[in-house]
């Protein structure tokens, strides 16, 4: 197996190079990480998420069969490190695997490859309407890791539709949500008009008032798969087409959170946020009034000072 090289090469050998699975498993579970650590080097290395033999899944499955184990299982690393390769949704998968993955997640140490199959696996399960609500609530935290997820992810790909994007929604946690977008987004993957829509109302919903902070990051990450996409087509790829409806949808998602930026500056938020309070003190406190004027005041005076600064930055910075 060291000795090949290409992708080519490495998919014409996949049945045999499965076929060791099960030993390299049993390796594992003596103590012994060199063979299922080759295994796992040639199927990342094949670059294709079809790589693992079918009729190998069968016994992938079975390392599932312990819901709760009673003692540190020596295989959990091998399930976590293999979940992204189970196939949810055939196989027999269920409610009992999606409990045992998310315990073997939360007994072993954190890695990077650990967190890659971990967010990959977990996407996945998200994408199938009958295995996402077994997912327990603290392993979406994963998502906050934001590893770095392979160029040909399964998870990627699945995890970006409707019903995942309302799920991640429905947790409530701006960051959550934010790092979820951040690792869907790829220039590798384009997306359905009805997952694209669900991203626009998410952005226009979930992260406005205080929240806009996080539009930043979401803004940058844009900015940069364009730049990719502008480098990427010169000259133009054999699947051009579909990159280029990628590029323009994440043109859209970058043109609405700039529209929704210029519509609502920080500034503006916290002069709102303080006429409120005033305006409660004014009505619980009679005697209140002349600080809330002053107040007011204040918040205006600082609203002048930022618009202007903001008109000087505009006139002095290049249009991207």
Not at 14 to 31: H, I, S, V
Not at 70 to 75: E, G, S
Not at 82 to 104: C, D, E
Not at 228 to 256: G, K, N, S
Request: with cysteine; hydrophobic share 40%; net charge positive.
């Amino acid at each position: 197996m060291a000795q090949i090289e290409t992708k080519e090469q490495i998919s014409s050998k996949r049945k045999a190079a499965t076929a060791f699975f099960p030993y390299a498993a049993w390796q594992e579970r003596d103590g012994d990480h060199t063979m299922i650590d080759a295994f796992l080097g040639v199927t990342k290395a094949s670059m294709s998420g079809e790589f693992v033999w079918r009729k190998v899944l069968p016994f992938i499955v079975t390392l599932f069969d312990k819901t709760t184990p009673d003692r540190p299982d020596p295989l959990n690393r091998v399930i976590v490190l293999m979940s992204p390769y189970v196939h949810w949704g055939a196989f027999g998968a269920n409610k009992n695997m999606v409990i045992r993955w998310a315990v073997a997640a939360s007994t072993i140490s954190y890695t990077a490859e650990v967190g890659q199959s971990v967010v990959d696996a977990l996407l996945q399960i998200a994408s199938i309407n009958s295995l996402r609500q077994h997912i327990p609530p603290d392993t979406w935290a994963w998502l906050n890791k934001r590893p770095s997820l392979p160029s040909v992810c399964r998870g990627r790909s699945r995890g970006s539709t409707a019903d995942v994007v309302y799920a991640v929604r429905a947790l409530q946690e701006v960051e959550t949500l934010k790092s979820y977008l951040l690792l869907v987004w790829s220039e590798g993957d384009y997306l359905c008009p009805k997952d694209l829509a669900e991203m626009i109302y998410s952005v226009k919903e979930d992260f406005k008032g205080l929240r806009m902070l996080h539009r930043e990051d979401l803004l940058k990450h844009l900015n940069h798969l364009l730049a990719d996409y502008r480098v990427r087509q010169h000259p133009p790829p054999r699947w051009y087409p579909l990159t280029r409806r990628a590029e323009t949808q994440y043109a859209r998602l970058r043109d609405v959170l700039q529209e929704i930026m210029k519509a609502e500056s920080p500034i503006e938020i916290l002069t709102r946020t303080f006429s409120r309070s005033i305006n409660l003190l004014d009505f619980a406190h009679p005697s209140g009034r002349n600080q809330s004027h002053t107040l007011h005041s204040g918040v205006q005076s600082l609203s002048r000072t930022h618009r202007c600064s903001c008109s000087m930055l505009a006139l002095g910075s290049p249009t991207p």
